[in-house]
């Protein structure tokens, strides 16, 4: 694997980041991503604001629909439940830990004391993991795509749109949006966010 890029934006590594996983600028942006999921004003605890069908997240509403609405919205719920977000945080905690060789982190309190913990934990272990953790480019989408869903269920703003972009070296399309800070194509090709615009949009098929 190419040391010399970060794995998740493709831009080049400082001579300090060298064999690093990961650049600065992309730590601090996953640092900011697990800030704005934690805390009593964070993203999580404002699903519980939109669980009921009609509030601001609920884009699902049709007009004149004669079936009556679920008492709840089950896409904040989901996002919200064992299972969701809290779920794939500890998820990566456990994982770290045990390349650590750390003991497996103990769960306190309810789902958002559980949620702090694990994004408090994770903020710590972020440096060790950009230098040393080869799916750090994983755990960066992950926590990107809760952040995304979560946002998008409680702002009730759709999702960043995607397009469709062609390799300039192998002609294999890659979907991205505005906000993709880098992708690898499935040639092995790495590109960064500046790269990723420069390539030409796929021609749609004809139906």
């Known amino acids: 694997m190419d040391t010399s890029t970060c794995?998740?934006?493709?831009?080049?590594l400082w001579d300090s980041e060298r064999g690093h996983q990961a650049c600065g600028a992309c730590?601090?942006?996953l640092d900011r991503l697990l800030q704005d999921l934690a805390g009593p004003r964070g993203l999580y605890?404002?699903?519980?604001?939109?669980?009921?069908?009609?509030?601001?997240?609920?884009?699902?509403?049709?007009?004149?629909s004669r079936t009556a609405p679920l008492p709840i919205r089950l896409e904040p719920l989901?996002?919200?439940?064992?299972?969701?977000?809290?779920t794939i945080l500890q998820t990566w905690l456990v994982d770290i830990h045990e390349h650590l060789g750390?003991?497996?982190?103990?769960?306190?309190g309810?789902?958002?004391?559980?949620?702090?913990?694990?994004?408090?934990?994770?903020?710590?272990?972020?440096?060790?993991a950009a230098e040393n953790h080869e799916a750090f480019r994983e755990l960066h989408a992950e926590v990107k795509q809760a952040v995304g869903q979560c946002r998008a269920q409680v702002s009730g703003?759709?999702?960043?749109?995607?397009?469709?972009?062609?390799c300039a070296?192998?002609?294999?399309?890659?979907?991205?949006?505005?906000?993709?800070p880098g992708q690898r194509c499935q040639c092995g090709t790495q590109y960064g966010w500046a790269e990723l615009r420069q390539l030409p949009l796929a021609e749609r098929t004809a139906a």
């Open 27 to 29: 730590v601090r942006r």
């Open 110 to 128: 309810d789902l958002q004391g559980q949620l702090d913990q694990a994004v408090s934990r994770l903020r710590i272990l972020l440096p060790w």
């Open 45 to 64: 605890a404002q699903l519980a604001t939109v669980l009921t069908p009609g509030t601001i997240g609920d884009n699902a509403r049709v007009s004149g």
């Open 102 to 108: 750390y003991r497996h982190p103990r769960w306190q």
């Open 157 to 166: 703003e759709p999702p960043a749109k995607r397009v469709t972009v062609v």
């Open 78 to 86: 989901s996002l919200a439940s064992r299972g969701g977000v809290v």
């Open 169 to 180: 070296l192998c002609d294999a399309t890659m979907r991205i949006t505005l906000d993709t």
């Open 7 to 12: 794995t998740v934006c493709g831009h080049d």
